[in-house]
Nanobody, 123 residues
Framework: QVHVVESGGGLVQAGGSLRLSCAAFGRTFSMYTMGWFRQAPGKEREFVAS????????TYVDSVKGRFTVSRDNAKNTVYLQMNSLKPEDTAVYFC????????????????WGQGTQVTVFS
């Protein structure tokens, strides 16, 4: 089992930046695809980005392309989400999760969800 803990959320003005971190504990982190998801108030959780074990495959939801960058450091058992040019509509709780199977951006394939970190963007 892999246990993940997100951090780095906060309050930021529109146009600003934040970097989220997701630290993983337990089984060999470097073997698995990691994903970032978010849930805005009153909305369902949605996919944001995923990154394969060797960073060879990366996927983003269209709404964050060109603004967000996902990366990972397997030596530190950590995956990051660099968020630039933030917009109020990016306000949400951001979660990371582990995909123990084949590379996918399908939420149902992810397990070991963290508790999330709140990102609030004000205009």
């Amino acid at each position: 089992q892999v246990h993940v803990v997100e951090s780095g959320g906060g309050l930021v003005q529109a146009g600003g930046s934040l970097r989220l971190s997701c630290a993983a504990f337990g089984r060999t982190f470097s073997m698995y695809t990691m994903g970032w998801f978010r849930q805005a108030p009153g909305k369902e959780r949605e996919f944001v980005a995923s990154i394969s074990w060797n960073s060879g495959q990366i996927t983003y939801v269209d709404s964050v392309k060109g603004r967000f960058t996902v990366s990972r450091d397997n030596a530190k058992n950590t995956v990051y989400l660099q968020m630039n040019s933030l917009k109020p509509e990016d306000t949400a709780v951001y979660f990371c999760a582990v995909n123990f199977g084949y590379y996918s951006d399908y939420e149902g394939d992810f397990r070991s969800w963290g508790q999330g970190t709140q990102v609030t963007v004000f205009s």
